[in-house]
Structures are given as C-alpha cells and as structure tokens.
C-alpha cells in the first residue's frame, strides 16, 4: 500500500496567453475547477497507476471538500482518513496556465494547515500497512514529521517532495528519516546557501550531501530527471509531449517512482517510470483530471503511441 500524508485543495484555473507581470492585468481565457493538492493529486496518481492507497489530511465541511472526498473515492483512493474541520474552509489554489503550459500557483491552505500529529497518529494502522509513504509540504510540519516517524517504525519507504520549497531549513530530524527527497529545480535550490550553477547531476549531489538524504531526485521538466544515490548520479531523459498543462507534472512523477518503488523495481527503473507519468499528465488540462493510467504509462514505456524519449541535449526545464 501506498499512503499519501498530506493536502486537498480545489484548483481554481484560468487560462492565459502568457503570465502577467507584477501589477499587470491580462484578459484570460476559459475557467474550471479541478479537484488537487499536492497530497490528493499523488494519492489519485498512485491508485491510477494501480497501487491500493490511501490518504491522510483534513479539508472544510463545505461543498468543496465534499466534491474532493468523492474525486478522491471515485479513482478507488481510500478516504477515511480525510477529516472534516468545521472552522475552516477547504484549502483552494489560484492557478494561472499559460499557453505554453507553464503555471504560477497561490494556494490558500485552509483545512490543510490544522492538520496535527494526533490526526496522523489516528491513522497509524493506515501507515503500519505501508510500503511506500508520501510527503509534501502543504500540511503543518509537526504532521509531517509524526507521518515520517510512524513509517520509519514499520520499515516503510520514506519520500519527501518538498512543495512547496521550505522557507528555512527542513529540520534535521525529519530529513534523517527520508529515503527519497524530490523537489524540482526552484526547489532543489532552497536547501543551498548559495544558488548553484552546476549542471543537474552535480546539483543533486549538492543536494544529498546538504540534506544527508541518501537518494536526491530532482525533476527537470522537459529535461527528464536526475538521481544523487550512494550508488552515483544518473540522468533519466523525458520523453517528447506537446505540453498543455504542467500543473499536476511533478505530481504524476512522485506518484510514478513511488508505485514502481513499491512493485520491487530498482530506483534507476522507478525514475523512468516518474518521467513517464509526468510526460503523460503534461499533455492534459488539470491537476486530477490529466493522470495518467497504468495502461498509458505502461505503453509509453514500451515505446508504443506518439511519445518518444528526448534526447539529453534538448530542451532545459518546466516548471513542475
């Protein structure tokens, strides 16, 4: 099983030619809603791919909690550990896509933020059942951290994607405990003193030694991804989409690696499988809404359909 420890929010989206500029006002296109969060949206993606997952968070008692409980509950992800806060509203982010696909994010948290360690203890036969436990940054620290010591005490796979990037350091504690920390690029460079130049496979070394996590994974968008193990450093390339929206990309890539983790694969083969969920949400509107199935992972692949691996020297990165 694959447990998810971690945030609900309804994706507020409009449409627009490119993103406006500090104080501008621009004329944008269609609007929707689509159920996300970062913990619901790799919850959702872990079950399309075909893994038994569950998640733990909290949204309001309102109508949009209700809707993301049922999206959840529809893609067989199981909710019972999604509690109701009365006080507060279910957590929504404002998202902007632009024609190219590229995206700027305002979350409010909402319910997201009186997530406790007490709710995350509640949960702990959910946790004591896991292969694979998700993290992210959208809930409170404390939760976080209780997530990651309840599944250190069962022998469960730790991976933390910090999302949104830490204000200040991750606390030492925590990060002893994560097998797999994944940011994106804007991420990986919060945890360095200094911004760093290096070319990708030098900055997640950068990153695992900063961190003392053992596996440093940082997506790169269209440039695929990059893995910092004791083992070396590889790069994984994409694979070639038309990009529509890369809303719920690096979404689809955690939920990806952590269902190929929790099948046996090897983590060099688990990062092909992020890469390919990621390519694949990346062609559709939508955080929930452009996830892939396992069907579609699987054959791309196996090389099957439109989509072909990029070469190493194309395109540099998307924001995930």
């Known amino acids: 099983m694959i447990v998810v420890v971690g945030s609900l929010n309804m994706d507020l989206v409009v449409r627009s030619p490119r993103l406006p500029k500090p104080g501008e006002t621009l004329r944008g296109g269609p609007f929707a809603t689509y159920p996300g969060g970062k913990g619901a949206n790799q919850a959702v993606a872990a079950a399309r791919l075909g893994a038994k997952t569950a998640i733990i968070g909290r949204v309001g008692a309102d109508g949009f909690g209700q809707m993301l409980r049922i999206a959840a509950e529809v893609d067989g ?11 507060m509203a ?3 982010s404002l998202i902007t896509v632009e024609d190219g696909g590229q995206n700027t994010i305002v979350i409010a948290s909402g319910a997201n933020a009186t997530l406790t360690p007490e709710d995350v203890e509640v949960a702990g036969s959910l946790i004591a059942s896991a292969r694979v436990v998700l993290l992210q940054l959208e809930v ?7 997530a990651a010591e309840l599944a250190r005490e069962v022998g ?14 991750l606390p030492a504690k925590l990060l002893s405990m994560i097998d797999y ?16 130049s290096a070319p990708p496979k030098g900055l997640a070394r950068a990153l695992a030694a900063v961190t003392g996590v053992p596996n440093a994974i940082i997506t790169l968008g269209e440039a ?7 083992s070396g450093a590889i ?23 952590a269902v190929a983790l929790s099948e046996g694969l090897a983590p060099t083969k688990a990062l092909r499988w992020g890469c390919a969920a990621g390519a694949l949400a990346a062609t559709r509107l939508g955080a929930q809404a452009s996830l892939p199935r396992r069907d579609e992972v699987l ?6 359909g439109p989509l072909k691996p990029v070469a190493k020297s194309q395109a540099r990165s998307r924001r995930e």
């Open 90 to 92: 279910t957590g929504v």
């Open 140 to 146: 409170p620290l404390p939760a976080v951290i209780r």
């Open 224 to 230: 695929g991804a990059v893995m910092a193990s004791p």
């Open 235 to 257: 790069h994984q390339p994409a694979f070639r989409v038309q990009a529509v929206d890369s809303t719920a990309a690096g979404d689809a890539f955690v939920a990806g690696f």
């Open 181 to 196: 920390l994944v940011p994106n690029e804007s991420e990986a460079g919060a945890f360095l003193d200094e911004p760093s």
């Open 156 to 169: 469960a796979t730790v991976i933390l994607n910090p999302a949104p990037a830490p204000a200040g350091r």
């Open 299 to 304: 054959a791309l692949l196996r090389g099957e």
């Open 77 to 87: 992800v199981n909710v019972e550990q999604v509690l109701d806060t009365p006080t």
